[in-house]
Nanobody, 122 residues
Framework: QVHLVESGGGLVQAGGSLRLSCAASGPTFSRGAMAWFRQVPGKEREFVAGISEWDGSTYYADSVLGRFTTSRDNAKNMVYLKLNSLKPEDTAVYYC???????????????WGQGTQVTVSS
């Protein structure tokens, strides 16, 4: 099982940028798909972005397409999420997660980090 730790969250003004990092440990990291989800209190956790394990292909929620970019460095066991043109509605706790296959469903993800808070002020 992969152990995940997110960092990089914080408070930013609307229109600003942040880069979230997810440090992974465990023998199977390079062989799994990774994804970012986010959650606000009282709402379901929602898919944000994902990246495949082999060719690095990425996929995004419509709400962040063109603004967020995810990448991974298997040699460093790291996954990143660059958040640009942030909006107040992007405020949430952001989680990284690992799964054996590419998926947008949180049910497919077996390992989760503790989350990092992103707050966007208007």
């Amino acid at each position: 099982q992969v152990h995940l730790v997110e960092s990089g969250g914080g408070l930013v003004q609307a229109g600003g940028s942040l880069r979230l990092s997810c440090a992974a440990s465990g023998p199977t990291f390079s062989r799994g798909a990774m994804a970012w989800f986010r959650q606000v209190p009282g709402k379901e956790r929602e898919f944000v972005a994902g990246i495949s394990e082999w060719d690095g292909s990425t996929y995004y929620a419509d709400s962040v397409l063109g603004r967020f970019t995810t990448s991974r460095d298997n040699a460093k066991n790291m996954v990143y999420l660059k958040l640009n043109s942030l909006k107040p509605e992007d405020t949430a706790v952001y989680y990284c997660a690992a799964a054996p296959i590419i998926s947008r469903s949180q049910a497919d993800f077996r390992s989760w980090g503790q989350g990092t808070q992103v707050t966007v002020s208007s």
